[in-house]
């Protein structure tokens, strides 16, 4: 799924894959971090948004 | 070619004369120079009407999901390979098949060809991997290996993988260097390149859903274009729509696609569509060592699970 997206030019780091137990509360804090993090500093995303109106 | 027609021909007559099939699917001449038709025969009468040349292009699987009938099928190497998909997908059971297998060196790319000429093309013959085109005003001898399909010149699978009977003797596979070069020459693109290259490839697509008609790989009763409650995707020419449709079209096809190029013969406006599920083909091949369509009895590498499946993109 994250290679075609890639190989049609979205981005690697937007596009983040986890598995998480509802007991690991730190790994989902530390994932969630790190997701955001790296997608911030992608900055805003305009690829496959479609804009109405 | 025409002793390929020939033998085509008896195989089906005597098979349609001894009760063996209810029909044959094969392919006619079609209604243009250059061209060809599926069709259906059902008497020994239309049988004589089979044909086989490099125009072959369509894939004959496409025609045999869901039905029950004793059916003789024609296939060259990706047509079979789709026959197997669609055995291990249920669509169509061995029992019911009489596969007529043809091994084939290749089918030529009318693009290419019609790109050569100033008028339209009024005949076509081939011989011995020579073509012979004319039109109105000019007369032209091609070799048939410089005009093949795209899809062909990385084929490895020429022979059928599955017949109860060969039209001809097999044919030598190719051997091929770097069969996806195409791909990797994208891979290698900045993030900013790939997406203009795909914006570029379907500016021209009118969503009219031939390249999934053609595909034997598509054959959900109601596709996710179609449905309208919910809507999955907006019916328009919005370009995230179009994007939206080619990129689940392939995801739809992910170790099931053969490249059979079925889908780029049916496409009116040229598009490379290829390109999307190429990407996955090469996937499918380096990550869980599989091509489609091999083996009935092995069961498709997205419908299995191994403890050794890579998953490093799980964090
Ligand atoms: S996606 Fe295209 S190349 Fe792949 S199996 Fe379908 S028609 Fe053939
Ligand atoms: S056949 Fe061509 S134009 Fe039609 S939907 Fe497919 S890519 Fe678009």
Redesign the pocket.
Same mark, same amino acid.
């Given at each position: 799924m994250g290679n075609l997206l890639e190989h049609i030019g979205i981005e690697k780091d937007r596009l983040h894959f986890s598995w998480i137990s509802s007991a690991e509360a730190t790994k989902f804090v530390k994932v969630a971090k790190e997701v955001t993090e790296s997608v911030k500093a992608l900055g805003p995303n305009n690829r496959l948004v479609k804009k109405l109106g | 070619m025409d002793s390929l027609t020939d033998k085509i021909r008896t195989l089906c007559t005597g098979l349609l004369k001894d009760g063996k099939v209810d029909m044959i699917v094969g392919f006619k001449k079609g209604t243009i120079p250059m061209s060809s038709c599926p069709c259906v025969a059902r008497t020994p009468e239309q049988a004589k009407e089979l044909i086989w040349d490099s125009n072959c292009t369509l894939?004959l699987a496409?025609y045999l999901t869901n039905r029950k009938e004793k059916i003789g099928v024609v296939a060259k190497g990706?047509d079979s390979r789709?026959i197997v998909?669609h055995i291990i997908e249920n669509k169509v059971t061995r029992e019911n098949l009489y596969i007529i297998g043809v091994p084939c060196d290749g089918m030529v790319d009318k693009r290419k060809i019609r790109a050569l000429f100033n008028d339209d093309i009024t005949l076509f013959s081939e011989e011995n991997n020579k073509l012979f085109v004319e039109t109105a005003s000019e007369k032209k001898e091609l070799d048939k290996q410089d005009f093949l399909k795209n899809?062909c010149t990385t084929c490895i699978h020429r022979n059928p993988v599955i017949y109860d009977e060969l039209a001809a003797d097999p044919v030598e596979e190719q051997k091929i260097e770097n069969r996806f070069a195409d791909v990797i020459k994208i891979e290698n693109m900045s993030s900013d390149d790939k997406w203009n290259y795909f914006n570029d490839l379907i500016k021209d697509c009118i969503r009219c859903y031939a #390249?999934r008609n %053609?595909?034997?790989?598509?054959y959900c009763p109601t596709c996710f274009v179609d449905e309208s409650n919910p809507q999955w995707v907006g019916k328009g020419q919005d370009i995230n729509d179009v994007r939206t449709f080619h990129l689940l079209?392939?995801y739809h096809?992910a170790g099931?696609?053969?490249?059979?190029?079925? #889908?780029?013969? %049916?496409c009116p406006m040229d598009i490379h569509?290829?390109a999307f599920?190429r990407k996955l083909?090469k996937d499918s091949c380096e990550i869980f060592d599989w091509e489609p369509g091999l083996d009935p009895n092995k069961r498709p590498a997205l419908d299995t699970f191994n403890p050794d499946d890579p998953d490093g993109f799980i964090k």
């Open positions: - | 894939n496409n990706c789709n998909n899809n #390249c %053609a595909c034997p790989l598509c079209r392939a096809c099931r696609c053969t490249d059979c190029g079925a #889908c780029e013969e %049916a569509v290829r599920t083909v």
